[in-house]
């Protein structure tokens, strides 16, 4: 199994800063098989980007990932109040998914 | 635009199983290659993939549920279903249906989910 480890735990940032989130894994994903969700309390995850740096339907270009192997990173460039949520990363090149624990990104 | 749905069985007693269902709308369980999972979240924690279906019954479960886990899809209701059995407090989640990608396994839409807790 892929274990993913996010850090740091919490991000506290102010709207217009930049974002780095880094996701860790346990072993290379291969193909670059990772994928980045956004969570707001009550709500699902959304998905952001996959294929480690390929944006979803509808994210703006403010977020943005990169990485291969086993470092990957999701940075939002300059943060909007509607940015301040908890981010995963997820693999899907090896079996069984697996998500990372996350990291919250929060007002400063 | 595709819409998932959960529904089932809200409170459960500590053994017995928990049974959901995702109802699928703007689009069919058939068509396309796509995968139809299941994730749970327990309180204040991160995502846990349970297991997917494809629409010719072919499942894959996450191994450390296996043994407690069945999915399963009824295609003339477009609809697929998780039973997970003899649980536990530790099995207290918001459950998660999700639709994977066509070639791919990440989750793109998802339902809103629903609440599963297990308790006396």
């Known amino acids: 199994e892929i274990v993913l480890t996010q850090s740091p735990g919490t991000l506290s940032l102010s709207p217009g800063e930049r974002a780095t989130l880094s996701c860790r894994a346990s072993?290379?994903?291969?193909?670059?098989?990772l994928a980045w969700y956004q969570q707001k309390p009550g709500q699902a995850p959304r998905l952001l980007i996959y294929g480690a740096s390929s944006r979803a339907t509808g994210i703006p270009d403010r977020f943005s990932g990169s990485g291969s192997g086993t470092d990957f990173t999701l940075t939002i460039s300059r943060l909007e109040p509607e940015d301040f949520a908890v981010y995963f990363c997820q693999q899907y090149g090896g079996s069984p998914l697996t998500f990372g624990g996350g990291t919250k990104v929060e007002i400063k | 635009q595709l819409q998932l749905q959960e529904s089932g069985s809200g409170l459960v007693k500590p053994s017995q199983t928990l049974s959901l269902t995702c109802a699928v709308s703007g689009g069919s369980i058939s068509s396309g290659g796509y995968s139809w999972s299941w994730i749970r979240q327990p309180p204040g924690k991160g995502l846990e993939w349970i297991g997917f279906i494809y629409h010719s019954g072919s499942t894959y479960y996450n191994p450390s549920l296996k043994t407690r886990v069945t999915i399963s899809v009824d295609t003339s209701k477009n609809q697929f279903s998780l039973k997970l059995t003899s649980v536990t407090a530790a099995d207290t989640a918001v459950y998660y249906c999700a639709r994977g990608d066509s070639n791919y396994d990440f989750f793109e839409y998802w339902g809103q989910g629903t609440l599963g807790t297990v308790s006396s």
């Open positions: 072993q290379s994903v291969s193909s670059s098989y």
